[in-house]
């Protein structure tokens, strides 16, 4: 059963630093792409990164490229979220992902295969 379970997420001051962490309990999304998705409260989830299933391909969205790094280590079923440069507009629950490359990076909730559960960031002014 491929379960998703993320950690690191906090408080933490505008301009700090936070990285994220979604290991694959299941160890079933070893060939598949990973990524993270976030929700504000009040607004649609949205798509933030992801990386191809060898790491070699990633995609970010526009405002989090140049600050946050997607990173992922299919020997220990792990992908990272370090995320730098933190924002208050960057405060949401984050969400790790999984299905294909081609559906993460298109942004569309309901094309991905498996959630996380999620995992709260906060960024104060």
């Known amino acids: 059963q491929v379960q998703l379970v993320e950690s690191g997420g906090g408080l933490v001051q505008a301009g700090g630093s936070l990285r994220l962490s979604c290991v694959d309990s299941?160890?079933?999304?070893?060939?598949?792409?990973m990524g993270w998705f976030r929700q504000a409260p009040g607004k649609e989830r949205e798509f933030v990164a992801a990386?191809?299933?060898?790491?070699?391909?990633?995609y970010y969205l526009v405002s989090v490229k140049g600050r946050f790094t997607i990173s992922r280590d299919n020997a220990e079923n792990t992908v990272y979220l370090q995320m730098n440069s933190l924002k208050p507009e960057d405060t949401a629950v984050y969400y790790c992902a999984a299905g294909s490359f081609a559906a993460l990076v298109s942004g569309r909730s309901e094309d991905v295969e498996v959630w996380g559960q999620g995992t709260l960031v906060t960024v104060s002014s």
């Open positions: 299941g160890r079933t999304c070893s060939n598949v792409g």
């Open positions: 990386t191809s299933w060898s790491g070699s391909s990633t």
